[in-house]
């Protein structure tokens, strides 16, 4: 039996995601920086204050955010943890259809308003077609997250950025799977006066071969199609029943499991 071990997309065992919440107009300029470099991320927006003061009206986001994962953050952004269940589903689920009307997908995933959760919010999500919501609290490591309703990122962009980006571009075990998940909120480039943080922080840890950039949910449903994998008993084959392929390394060498095919491993 081979020693099998999942990778990201084409091998690689490095991934960066980002995710900032609100949707004001700061992420104009924040969205152009990310394409820039290459970096892709997942903005977490209010579909009932859309238009309201400076945020990104209607008819802006399905082209602003192209190529990037528009998700929920609630219709009003109260702090969901006070609220009663039916505000919450609510909430949830009016923001989920008001902002796939706008961009013409799923909405999936999204962030908690205000960091606010607790048990029974998380164990209701599932249930309103979610597959990850985000919290504030941060690692400063750079592992997958175990429990997807309370996935916690890296680090928020004012705490240690570059440190962080320095460590995980020298990252060179390949026994292990890395991930680099920062938060924010964009317009605090514009009160803290320091856009050239978020700016060196793309240009140096951008375009580079052994990263995957991903969106939030590009990484759930990878996640998501490695567990779906069908090995056989002697780890001789391996089915994928998922539509999207996954990569494997078996015994240090990159196999590729195409969407709907049997590849044998031995």
């Not at 004001?24 to 579909?47: E, M, P, W």
């Not at 920062?182 to 480039?189: A, N, T």
Request: charged letters at 25%.
């Amino acid at each position: 039996m081979g020693k099998i071990l999942m990778t990201y997309p084409e091998g690689k065992f490095k991934a960066l995601t980002m995710s900032y919440d609100d949707g004001r107009a700061a992420d104009r300029r924040l969205v152009d920086i990310f394409n820039t470099y290459g970096i892709k991320g997942a903005f977490h927006l209010n579909s009932g204050l859309l238009g309201t003061g400076d945020r990104i009206a209607e008819g802006e986001i399905a082209e602003l955010y192209k190529g990037h994962e528009v998700s929920a953050h609630t219709v009003t952004h109260p702090t969901i943890a006070r609220s009663p269940r039916e505000q919450l589903i609510h909430e949830v689920l009016e923001d989920r259809k008001a902002l796939e009307r706008l961009v013409g997908y799923t909405v999936r995933g999204m962030s908690y308003p205000n960091g606010s959760f607790n048990s029974q919010i998380k164990e209701l999500l599932p249930h309103l077609g979610l597959e990850y919501a985000r919290v504030v609290q941060a690692t400063g490591g750079f592992g997958l997250p175990d429990d997807l309703m309370e996935w916690k990122p890296t680090c928020h962009h004012n705490k240690n950025l570059m440190g962080l980006a320095e460590a995980f571009v020298e990252l060179h075990k390949k026994q292990y799977l890395y991930m680099m998940y920062v938060w924010g909120h964009s317009y605090e480039f514009d009160n803290d006066n320091n856009w050239d943080l978020i700016e060196r922080f793309c240009e140096y840890i951008g375009k580079r071969d052994d990263i995957w950039y991903a969106t939030n949910i590009e990484i759930v449903d990878y996640i998501k199609a490695f567990r779906q994998l069908q090995f056989s008993a002697s780890s001789e084959f391996v089915y994928n029943p998922s539509a999207q392929s996954v990569w494997i390394s078996v015994d240090g060498n990159i196999v590729e499991i195409a969407g709907g095919s049997q590849v044998a491993l031995d």
